[in-house]
């Protein structure tokens, strides 16, 4: 569903009216509003499932999605790995501390994959642990190439997670040394 033009401005008219009224307990204007602004209709159909909106899912979505999978899963394991075990992936990725977390993509080529995040992470509220509370989601570098080398090591591994769903150590340090670039190693 791509509403037209003067849908649009029907459906920002009618936000603006509902918004006014403060009406609770129903959709949120601004995140309507937001949504129509941005032509990002899939999040209403995530946010209101029972609207049945049927918006078609972009592929940039299931990229992000997939990115902010791979640093909760990377992020969790880090911190559940023992002492030793958390030495060896410093060893081999001295920067493993950053290179676990999230780092946003830039904003100032890449700013539509911040748009996305921003939705899953504050309105969607899809990944409110690790990434919550964030800030900004811009990196301030680009790392569309970064996250594509680390999903190649880190999806085919999604499947083989253990009885606690956390990576071990080597395969924290697969996917963490995807995060240099082929060139450089």
Known sequence: MKPTPVEKLML??????HASLGIKNSVDPELVSRTIDDNALWVLDW???RLSLDAELPEDVHFVLDVLEMHFFLSESYQHLSE?????VIASYPNAEKGVKYQGFDG???SHLIQIASYLIDDLERFSHPFAGLGSLNSHCP???VYQRMLGAFLP???DLGSEGLLDADQI???LLER???SKR
């Open 157 to 159: 591994l999604k499947s």
């Open 180 to 182: 240099i670039h082929p």
């Open 12 to 17: 920002t008219m009618l936000c603006d009216i």
């Open 84 to 88: 030793g075990d958390r030495e060896r």
């Open 143 to 145: 790392m569309v190439e």
């Open 173 to 175: 340090i697969a996917v």
């Open 47 to 49: 946010k209101y499932p």
């Open 108 to 110: 100032n080529h890449e």
